[in-house]
């Protein structure tokens, strides 16, 4: 692979850069994931990933119909998931819109990370100008990541020098806060634009890439996580430093959670597998790790009776 | 004449409307009275179990608010379609059973008719386990019966198809959804029961049925922690049954103990009223 030698800001020289790098083998990256999904994980293992998956759980709430009572009810569950069992851990943030992020940093304080979607979520479709703002009434708010979305429209006409100065002016308007870069791939149609994508995300300053907003059919896959934990990897080898991956959308219960775990450890390696650099995006996930981990607890099966409602 | 290629009969479960092979990817060999083999039937395993209860808790929501008449006409459904497969059914009791033609017939014509009856009930029992009750205040008050959830049963293990349908028929005219094991000596009339319901407008996830040994499976059952009752029926040994109600015990579940009726007499309400919590609701009066 090459290196990034020159700076790469125009459209032309990204496009020279992302359309060299290697395509994507979409019929061998869908077996991997297969594969790797039917591994056998025994006991212990699995009350360890249950208990990693519990603290990279950004627990998220993106409706119209969000409340600050539900987001507050929303926050002291990522505290405290199961107030009946102390030894379980936090989630790792809470993912909210950005006007709830005062709401939200109210009450988890220092002890979690408040994470804002901002620029025109989910669809993108707004000036650069109001984008920003959003980022900064997020920031200004109490939020210390932002989940930005990417211009699908420019990245998918050819426009890689427009989505690179959106991002970088996100990234700039975000200041110490962590930007997470959402490239719903879902629009991306290909692995090869999802690769492109995650390698223009992270060359402009990415501290994360994420699949998806959640507001499309098609969320998180693990074929999608596996070219973006690809790119994560190729991208530290290249340059030393290390992003994270988010997928988000549709990781509804704790047996997907821990395919994706396996995918992280066999793609990116055991580095990733810690909550600064991997993440799940998720609401309804959660529940269910918490009844996989009573289950282990008490030895039956558990049911929603047992957990709060969301 | 004899050169057809022989159809070699494994069967699967029935769980949220689909057949499923088991989990487990295991088997066992079913044979008649005679030792004759008949077919291979699918060996449920306690995973199988875990899925038929998240598919009946999905199943529970839309049909416990169904309306009484909508729930009797969808178990009148079934037995149509069971009065389609009269001939079908009666091979199948006759070479689980070991019964004679006539007696094969009547034990079909009887689980046909139940099935009829149940269905009858869906919108009349209310009135009659319900009640107004007389009140010493300026309250109207009244008590009705509602749904008990998602209910485990054991069929019984000798009647195969009439006792399985009245076991299964009260659970699910009153609002429940069911996971039910069929008997594992005799499980072919309960699986052609199944390609009947999944043609007859049972939403999945309403009936679910296994094959396979209750003294493995239904122990998963009977200690779930969203499993809301069990019907120990079809339990045979009083070591089994006495360890599936300390399990029970675990999350308060109700229980119905092992029976083993005439299943061919007239049944009365018991069954329907077994499954249903009572609900009684104070309203005020003239305010």
């Not at chain 1, 020279?16 to 039917?38: N, S």
């Not at chain 2, 290629?5 to 989990?23: C, D, M, N, Q, W």
């Amino acid at each position: 692979m090459r290196t990034i030698a020159e700076p790469l800001n125009t459209t032309s020289s990204l496009r020279e850069f992302l359309h060299g790098l290697p395509g994507v083998d979409e019929v061998g990256v869908k077996a991997r994931a297969t594969a790797l999904g039917t591994r056998s994980i025994k006991n212990e293992s699995k009350a360890w990933a249950i208990d990693m998956a519990i603290r990279m759980v950004d627990l998220t709430t993106l409706e119209g119909m969000d409340t600050p009572g539900k987001v507050r009810a929303m926050c002291a569950k990522a505290l405290r998931p199961d107030p009946t069992d102390p030894t379980v851990p936090s989630v790792a943030a809470v993912c909210v819109y950005g006007d709830m992020a005062p709401v939200a940093r109210a009450v988890v304080g220092d002890n979690l990370h408040v994470a804002a979607v901002a620029t025109a979520f989910p669809s993108g479709r707004a000036s650069l100008e109001v984008k920003l703002q959003d980022v900064r009434d997020a920031v200004a708010g109490g939020a210390d990541e932002i989940d930005m979305v990417i211009d699908r429209g420019a990245f998918l006409s050819g426009n890689y020098g427009l989505v690179n100065e959106q991002i970088i002016a996100v990234k700039v308007a975000c200041g110490t806060a962590h930007l997470k870069v959402i490239l719903e791939t879902g629009e991306l149609r290909t692995l090869d634009n999802v690769r492109r994508a995650s390698w223009l995300a992270m060359m402009a300053g990415a501290d994360f890439i994420k699949t998806s907003t959640g507001k499309v059919p098609v969320a998180a896959t693990p074929a999608v996580t596996i070219v973006m934990l690809q790119a994560v990897r190729d991208y530290y080898a290249l340059t030393g430093s290390q992003i994270g991956v988010k997928p988000a959308g549709g990781i509804r219960t704790s047996k997907d959670a821990i395919k994706y775990l396996v995918l992280v450890k066999e793609i990116a390696g055991e580095a990733w597998l810690t909550p600064d650099l991997f993440r799940f995006g998720a609401s309804t996930l959660l529940n269910d790790l918490l009844m996989q981990r009573q289950r282990m607890a008490v030895g039956h099966y558990s049911g929603p009776d047992y957990v709060t409602i969301d | 004449m004899n050169d057809r290629v022989e159809v070699r009969k494994t069967y699967k479960l029935f769980i949220k409307g689909a057949f499923p092979r088991s989990e487990s990817g295991r088997t066992y060999e079913v044979h008649d009275t005679d030792d004759k083999f008949l077919a291979n039937a699918a060996k449920a395993s306690r995973k199988d179990a875990r899925d038929a209860v998240l598919a009946a808790r999905a199943g529970f929501d839309g049909w416990s608010a169904a309306t009484a008449y909508n729930r009797g006409q969808v178990l009148y459904r079934v037995a149509e379609v069971m009065e389609g497969r009269r001939e079908q059914f009666i091979a199948d009791v006759q070479a689980a059973e070991g019964s004679g033609d006539k007696k094969s017939a009547r034990v079909v014509d009887a689980a046909i008719d139940r099935l009829v009856w149940y269905a009858g009930w869906a919108d009349k029992y209310a009135q009659v386990v319900g009640n107004t009750n007389p009140v010493a205040g300026p309250y109207f008050n009244f008590t009705i019966p509602e749904p008990t959830g998602v209910v485990a049963a054991i069929a019984p293990q000798d009647s195969s198809l009439l006792g399985l349908v009245s076991v299964i028929a009260p659970i699910v005219v009153t609002g429940n959804a069911v996971i039910v094991v069929a008997s594992t000596r005799r499980p072919i009339p309960a699986i052609t029961l199944t390609e009947v319901l999944a043609t007859s407008d049972v939403p999945p996830g309403v009936i679910n049925v296994l094959t396979g040994d209750p003294a493995e499976i239904a122990p998963w059952l009977a200690s779930h922690g969203d499993v809301n009752a069990i019907d120990l029926t079809g339990v045979t040994s009083a070591e089994l049954a006495k360890k599936l109600e300390i399990e029970a015990a675990g999350t308060v579940k109700r229980v119905r103990p092992p029976a083993q009726p005439n299943w061919l007499a007239n049944p009365d309400l018991g069954r329907l009223r077994s499954f249903v919590e009572t609900k009684t609701v104070w309203h005020p009066l003239g305010a």
